[in-house]
């Protein structure tokens, strides 16, 4: 049995005061599913993007505040959010305190596009359970609007 323990994971900082570790992928083995587990400092925010497969979110810990298609709301602790495939989506922790939450995609490998670029690349692509994560720039024509 392959177990996972999310509080032996630290992950790595995607953006300012967000973690993440892909700790479930195609990468590890799996065939049909992902998971994200996310850690966000008070005031962070993990931006707009989208996933090519469905995604559950699950609160884990502290206040959240998901964004999804154009609508938003507090995303607590045991709530789950859907997302559906290719939805703009985003979360930020609204509280005091860290917040955790934990990811799950309807599918092994996972495409990431987000809605701006960051970093001295510009990366805005990243494929999750490649055999070594991806992460590209994007041209802006590339992003239907």
């Known amino acids: 049995m392959e177990k996972v323990d999310l509080t032996m994971i630290a992950g790595d900082e995607v ?66 959010a859907v997302v559906p495939p290719m939805a703009p989506h985003g979360l930020r922790n609204v509280g005091t305190e860290p917040a955790r939450v934990l990811g799950f995609f309807g599918s092994a490998t996972n495409v990431s596009t987000f809605t701006k670029s960051f970093g001295p690349e510009g990366v805005r692509v990243f494929v999750i359970g490649a055999p070594m994560t991806m992460a590209a720039p994007l041209e802006e024509t590339a992003l239907p609007a």
């Not at 993990?46 to 469905?54: C, F, I, V």
């Not at 505040?65 to 602790?77: M, R, T």
């Open 15 to 80: 953006f300012e005061g967000v973690r993440a570790a892909f700790p479930v992928s195609s990468a590890s083995g799996t065939a049909a599913t992902a998971v994200v587990y996310m850690q966000l400092e008070p005031g962070a925010e993990l931006p707009e993007h989208r996933d090519s497969a469905e995604e559950l979110l699950l609160g884990l810990e502290g206040e959240v505040e998901a964004f999804v298609d154009g609508e938003s709301g507090p995303l607590g602790e045991g709530q789950i």
